[in-house]
């Protein structure tokens, strides 16, 4: 190149990620100048550092020219995925893996992207452990990308039963699959029939049995769609190891159907549209805990539509970082109740030093005054404002936030030390009457194969102490 030649113009070749001007503009700010050879290698470094910042870690530039004419021609390796390769997998089918991944062969290799895909991989309970990460592959300026996956169990089963000539038999239990068939789909059957305690008798007395029955397929449709289903006949499940749990929400029978259609977009958001059918009653509540007008009032049915929005970067089944973000907006278009509601929830995990973590955790909602009984807010118990009664409280206004240090003891165990603050009262309650109810307390953590079983002691309204199975999946 002679050091006299003054840039003119500027072709850049094999750039597909953006415009020419967008990726190389240290090189287009040289057009009318006459650079020296080290300013021309620092605006190709620039170029490859705009690459860089945006993930694209294999571009490189491959060669370069300028001629007499004053043409700067700038040839471009984006790192090309020339090819897709899974290993370890011995149930789950390869097209499912490459499926799940969603990279195609020929799109630029992006480390940003690939993290995203790592993230929404680790949270699949039947992947126990993934490896996704590029080699260079045969041709200049492309990669060949490498899944290794170590699979887990899949089929987990939970059973805590009993039997007594009055009442049968009561308990629950529940079966779920997350890798059907191989596809990585995730079935869900559940039973439970419950005792609860007559306040009037101060007997115990069995509930009718309740059922439900779901399945789940992400990205099972072209593109990036998911799909998922439940039919339910069921009272409210409490994962719970005791029975005193005098409230009338645990009478309310619901029984229906919802579905959603999702899209996952950037990997860690979905977009899902819901529709729901219930019909709901209060036929086995006591004239103590529900008057016949009000049993009457909020027996019905209905169907709703709704849309919701998810954002997580948790992973496994346990996190210790990341966020989970879900918004959802509700409208009932049919049946015995017109109502609206939203609800949101944030949970944040922060990982501390020596496997210590704090995790966060909101929830606000808000329903329509006409909203009946069974879509009102509850709180109370081992979930939401724990040192209270179960679902002792009920609105259609709720705020609610935890606060939950958590530190590994032994192995498989974790102690934890938590706050928990929240708020539930109806549209008419001034602010200034809004009644906050706060509980402190502690418990223990256990990993099983059912699921993380929660022992907590807390202290609000008075002393409690819950049991409970934080779930399965």
């Known amino acids: 190149m002679s050091a006299q030649t003054t840039v003119r113009t500027v072709e850049i070749q094999g750039t597909s990620v953006a415009p020419p001007q967008q990726v190389g503009a240290s090189l287009y700010a040289l057009v009318g100048t006459t650079p020296t050879e080290t300013q021309l290698r620092e605006a190709i470094q620039q170029l490859e550092e705009w690459y860089r910042q945006r993930g694209y870690v294999l571009a490189r530039v491959v060669d370069y020219a300028l001629d007499e004419s004053g043409l700067l021609t700038v040839q471009v390796a984006e790192g090309v995925i020339e090819q897709i390769t899974v290993e370890g997998n011995k149930r789950t089918r390869t097209e499912v893996l490459l499926r799940l991944v969603g ?149 309310e029978r619901r029984r229906g159907v919802t579905a959603y259609l999702g899209f996952d977009w950037r990997e860690l958001f979905e977009l899902r549209l819901r529709y729901r059918a219930d019909r709901v009653d209060y036929d086995d509540a006591p004239e103590t805990l529900l008057t016949p007008v009000l049993r009457a009032a909020n027996k019905g049915r209905f169907e709703a539509l709704s849309v919701q929005a998810i954002y997580d970067t948790r ?130 953590r256990f990993a099983s194969p059912i699921g993380l079983i929660r022992l907590d002691l807390a202290y609000g309204k008075r002393a409690f102490v819950y049991l409970s199975l934080a779930g399965i999946y």
């Open 103 to 251: 990279v195609r062969r020929g799109e630029v290799y992006n480390e940003e992207r690939l993290q995203r895909v790592r993230q929404r991989l680790g949270r699949f309970p039947f992947l126990r452990d993934i490896k996704l990460g590029a080699e260079p592959g045969e041709q200049l300026g492309t990669a060949n990308l490498r899944l290794q996956v170590e699979e887990g169990q899949s089929l987990d089963l939970a059973v805590a039963a009993g039997y007594s000539s009055e009442q049968g038999l009561v308990g629950y239990a529940e079966l779920v699959e997350t890798n059907v068939g191989g596809l990585g789909h995730r079935a869900r059957v559940q039973w439970q029939r419950e005792q609860v305690r007559n306040p009037r008798t101060n007997e115990y007395e069995a509930l009718r049995p309740s059922y439900l029955l779901s399945y789940e397929a992400p990205r099972a449709l072209p593109s990036a769609f998911n799909f998922g289903v439940e039919l339910y006949d069921r009272a409210p499940f409490y994962p719970v190891f005791y029975a005193d749990i005098d409230t009338v929400r645990r009478y």
């Open 315 to 444: 992973e496994g089944r346990f996190p210790r970082s990341g966020l989970y973000a879900s918004v959802l907006a509700e409208r009932a278009v049919s049946g015995d109740f017109r109502f609206t509601r939203a609800i949101g929830e944030v949970r944040y995990y922060i990982p501390l030093r020596r496997e210590q973590t704090l995790a966060l955790r909101g929830v606000a909602g808000v329903a329509s005054d006409d909203a009946p009984l069974s879509e009102l807010f509850w709180m109370g118990g081992y979930d939401l404002l724990r040192g209270y009664a179960q679902d002792e409280f009920r609105g259609n206004r709720a705020v609610a936030g935890s606060a939950e240090y958590l530190f590994p003891v032994l192995e498989a165990v974790q102690a934890a030390v938590f706050v928990d603050v929240g708020a539930l009262w109806s549209g008419s309650t001034k602010l200034s009457d809004m009644p906050v109810r706060a509980g402190i307390g502690a418990g223990l």
